[in-house]
């Protein structure tokens, strides 16, 4: 069954260090996602990224964040300069139509990002 | 805005008992509303879903229904076994406005001993 791949599946890094967090969405998708999860909260949206440019983004997702799709397979997230607060569990998503309208998102497993 | 409150856990049942995991939503017009799951080691899944008033969303033994005159979608499975163990979800969009993202609630860990 396909699947979204994530990777690396726990990185740690030092405040200020600038981070990419890889993701592989399923194959014929075409709407991909970045949604995080800070230990014992709620699993909040950053951005949805929809033809190779940003179709939503939450107040998280502020200019050190950026998306990008380098290639016909990978979807990355990077922050530039990592802050403390910014450790949580970061999701890739993915779907065929517009998450919108059907909510049926397929997830990764996940990448711990923890910032010391 | 929107937001989704679901019952805290973490939630221990023994095998065979019945299971309610409660949610309700804050929510303009009509959303859509969801449960989720995320299984040890996985990625979340969509366990089952209701798009509008009265519906009842199932799947794998559980239901959820789509009450809009206590704006709630609170999940329940009657016979709950080893293999449901894991985090749910309450989620809910809102396909009217638009808007891409879903809404989740906290998560509540379930783990049912045999």
């Known amino acids: 069954e396909p699947e979204v791949t994530q990777t690396p599946s726990h990185q740690v890094t030092q405040m200020g260090q600038e981070v990419i967090l890889r993701c592989v969405p399923i194959s014929n998708h075409l709407y991909f996602y970045w949604y995080r999860q800070i230990l014992g909260q709620k699993v909040e949206f950053l951005v949805s990224f929809y033809n190779n440019e940003i179709s939503e983004k939450s107040e998280i997702f502020d200019d050190q964040f950026s998306v990008e799709r380098p290639d016909g397979s990978n979807f990355t997230l990077k922050i530039r300069s990592t802050k403390l607060e910014d450790s949580a569990m970061y999701f890739c998503a993915s779907s065929e139509r517009s998450g919108g309208y059907t909510g049926e998102l397929f997830f990764g497993e996940g990448s711990r990002l923890t910032v010391l | ?114």
């Open chain 2, 1 to 114: 805005g929107n937001s989704v409150t679901q019952m805290e856990g973490p939630v221990t049942l023994s095998e065979e008992a019945f299971l309610t995991i409660n949610c309700t939503y804050t929510a303009t017009g009509y959303p859509s509303l969801f449960w989720y799951v995320q299984y040890p080691g996985e990625g979340l899944q969509l366990l089952l879903k209701a798009t509008k008033a009265d519906d009842k969303g199932s799947n794998k033994g559980f239901e959820a229904t789509y009450r809009k005159e206590t704006t709630s979608f609170h999940l329940e499975k009657g016979s709950v076994q080893v293999s449901d163990s894991a985090v749910y979800f309450c989620a809910l969009t809102q396909p009217q406005g638009g808007s891409e993202k879903l809404v989740f609630g906290k998560g509540t860990k379930l783990t049912v001993n045999p």
